[in-house]
């Protein structure tokens, strides 16, 4: 299904019920079109294209995966379904108020796109408590938008690009040397600013928690790097290789509350 322009219809409810449906929709340019109805049948694939905007906003069995190849918001609790592969390709999966409770982390998949996986939470603060990975050596999560994504389960990537918002870790139930890490060496890469964001790892009352990574660059921006325990300071991100600002503009903030940088 290929939108122009000048059309915008919702063809949602016109769709077949059949099973394992592979489905294809390209949306041009500044267009934003709504499929309200709901996409049944079981097993059904859904992927976008374009640099359009889907809006999903009624209750869809997109069990056989979804493949964001162009930005997709989630308008309901419903929008993906329970299970199914996401792969939001570098920051088209879009986070709503209806949406924000939506743990995404163990769906997360590299199946279509290259190596580079990026929310956009839009607003909202959203929770993954399940395991994040993208699996190939030498990705990138991208972390973009308002509001903040917090991992309470893992992170398997090897670097994290934050362009709005905050990204944060969560070390208090996961243990330091699964929170983040790399597939190959399991020590992350690095952390970059390319927006006004913040970087925040915390840990657990009591417990010595330390997030070791190579390096972290800003690109251009703020980029706010934050050590938060809220009760002990026995957290800590150590850099092992640098901390720089390779951008010509641009500000590194440093926060350290009951922790260490």
Same mark, same amino acid.
């Given at each position: ?33 709504? +499929? ?75 199946? +279509? ?14 929770? +993954? ?50 929170? +983040? ?81």
């Amino acid at each position: 299904l290929v939108y122009t322009p000048l059309t915008s219809a919702d063809y949602s409810t016109r769709f077949a019920t059949n099973a394992a449906q592979t489905l294809g929709v390209t949306i041009p340019g500044a267009q934003r079109v709504t +499929w309200a109805g709901s996409i049944r049948g079981g097993a059904n694939v859904l992927t976008t294209s374009g640099a359009g905007v889907l809006v999903l906003s009624g209750s869809n069995d997109l069990s056989g995966g979804i493949n964001m190849g162009g930005p997709v918001v989630l308008g309901s609790a419903s929008a993906i379904g329970s299970d199914g592969a996401v792969d939001p390709g570098f920051g088209n999966l879009r986070y709503t108020a209806a949406s924000a409770g939506l743990d995404l982390g163990a769906r997360i998949s590299l199946v +279509w796109s290259a190596v580079n996986l990026g929310v956009d939470t839009n607003g909202q603060n959203v929770t +993954w408590a399940t395991r994040a990975a993208t699996t190939q050596a030498g990705t990138a999560f991208l972390k973009k938008g308002f509001g903040q994504l917090t991992l309470t389960g893992s992170l398997v990537t090897q670097n994290v690009i934050v362009a709005g918002g905050t990204f944060a870790l969560d070390a208090s139930v996961v243990s330091t040397g699964t929170i +983040w890490r790399e597939n190959s060496n399991n020590v992350p890469n690095s952390i970059r600013g390319v927006g006004v964001g913040t970087f925040r790892y915390s840990g657990a009352a009591g417990l010595a928690r330390t997030l070791t990574v190579q390096s972290a660059d800003l690109q251009q921006g703020l980029l706010t790097l934050a050590v938060d325990n809220a009760v002990t300071g026995t957290s800590m991100i150590d850099f092992t290789t640098s901390i720089s600002r390779s951008g010509y503009l641009g500000t590194l903030d440093f926060r350290a509350v009951n922790g260490t940088l």
